[in-house]
T-cell receptor
């Protein structure tokens, strides 16, 4: 069984500041990990995914995440926040390579202060 | 390439009524998923199809929810009868390949259907 914990239901940062969204996972098998972003009234869009290759994964819109097995973490970062980054972010885990159903965290609402 | 299509986008019904949602996946995608996203929570998988067969429906409340994927393309999700707690966004997603650890496929999500049960 898999599970995901996202620390902080709301995160507020200033425009231009570092964005750090935390995700810890639990999995009985080596996991595949994903970050999705959801804008209001839209579906989920994939930001990046970890598939057991490089532990530092680069995604779209300047986001990246690092897989740390010892800490069971997959935190999402972006060096400089833009107003357009304001959205809901979801971390998800899959045991079956992504083609199996995803188990999502509860999400983190990112607020960008001008 | 057209994305995952869903209809209707919004639906309001009274409790105990029936409702159906439709999903058209990306052309050629073998795997189709339905997720339920309750306000303030992450999506929860309801059912997964591979072509027209069910792979996983362990979290589908089968006493009131049903889903089918005839001919391995479009899919419908039905609720009968609806309860207040079914108010949620129902997301459909598709991915190109079958399950297995060889591949690491992306799931592509549709815009969702927002259901309100009064």
């Amino acid at each position: 069984a898999q599970s995901v914990t996202q620390l902080g239901s709301h995160v507020s940062v200033s425009e231009g500041a570092l964005v750090l969204l935390r995700c810890n996972y639990s999995s009985s098998v080596p996991p595949y990990l994903f970050w999705y972003v959801q804008y209001p009234n839209q579906g989920l869009q994939l930001l990046l995914k970890y598939t057991s290759a490089a532990t530092l994964v680069k995604g779209i819109n300047g986001f990246e995440a690092e897989f740390k097995k010892s800490e069971t973490s997959f935190h999402l970062t972006k060096p400089s926040a833009h107003m357009s980054d304001a959205a809901e972010y979801f971390c998800a885990v899959s045991a079956g390579g992504g083609a199996d159903g995803l188990t999502f965290g509860k999400g983190t609402h990112l607020i960008i202060q001008p | 390439e057209a994305g995952v299509a869903q209809s209707p986008r919004y639906k309001i019904i009274e409790k105990r009524q029936s409702v159906a949602f439709w999903c058209n996946p990306i052309s050629g995608h073998a795997t189709l998923y339905w997720y339920q996203q309750i306000l303030g929570q992450g999506p929860k998988l309801l059912i997964q199809f591979q072509n027209n067969g069910v792979v996983d429906d362990s979290q589908l409340p089968k006493d009131r929810f049903s889903a089918e994927r005839l001919k391995g393309v479009d899919s419908t999700l039905k609720i009968q009868p609806a309860k207040l707690e079914d108010s949620a966004v129902y997301l459909c997603a598709s991915s190109p390949r079958t399950s297995g650890r060889v591949f690491s496929d992306t799931q592509y999500f549709g815009p969702g259907t927002r259901l309100t049960v009064l």
